[in-house]
């Protein structure tokens, strides 16, 4: 069963997120918090496997700090924004802060749900919404990078797996090309993602192919 906490400042949203979860046989709300204080209390006292945060808790910058908190704190347990900002420059910051999914608070049931499956499993989880909205804003920043010669300065093992990525290879295909286990390569995935400074592979490829580090 996977543990989920819920904070958020307004009791109604909570109660609305409780509802989309319940009936779920797999994942359950453990706990329900509404400042700050009674999340880090929680996560001391309880095993929580997902957090859902309001990023506005009440302002930005109380949930980007609780979000980072978590996140140095308490790795096992996943942060999923959940937000009424659909701004790219925010989804940014969030997941620099250590969120692994970012849901604007329109989402629907199914969504919800798989969002918490997903970063449960250690992936990251962006609806096409979010995609749309990150994709429309990075080229401008990535292209005055390139522009500059900022390129990443890659190991040879993370330039191969680079190439086998954009090549469209799985992460079990890629560790049986190069000998080394899934593990490994997802460990250089993860390696990429942050010299790259983007939050998934889409990006990932998209980015290194603007800057000439693949063809």
Not at 13 to 28: A, K
Not at 58 to 75: H, N, W
Not at 123 to 143: A, G
């Amino acid at each position: 069963m996977i543990r989920v906490l819920i904070a958020d400042d307004h009791n109604v949203f909570v109660e609305g997120i409780e509802s989309l979860i319940s009936g779920s046989s797999e994942i359950e709300v453990t706990q329900r918090c509404y400042t700050v204080a009674s999340v880090l209390e929680s996560l001391k006292k309880n095993s929580i496997d997902v957090v859902l945060l309001d990023i506005s808790f009440p302002l930005i910058d109380d949930g980007l700090g609780l979000c980072e908190q978590i996140a140095k704190t308490y790795p096992q347990t996943k942060v999923v924004a959940l937000t009424m900002h659909d701004d790219a420059s925010l989804i940014k910051r969030v997941v620099k802060k250590g969120a692994k999914g970012y849901l604007l608070k329109n989402t629907t049931k199914s969504e919800l749900l798989q969002a918490i499956r997903t970063v449960h499993s250690e992936k990251q989880y962006f609806n096409e919404s979010i995609m749309h909205i990150l994709l429309n804003d990075e080229p401008r920043v990535r292209k005055s990078m390139a522009g500059v010669g900022l390129k990443p300065n890659l190991t040879p093992r993370e330039s191969e797996v680079l190439t086998l990525i954009s090549h469209g290879l799985t992460t079990q295909q890629m560790a049986n090309q190069l000998f080394v286990s899934a593990k490994a390569v997802e460990f250089h995935r993860s390696s990429l993602l942050m010299k790259f400074g983007v939050p998934n592979t889409a990006l990932l490829i998209k980015t290194a192919m603007e800057m000439q580090c693949i063809d």
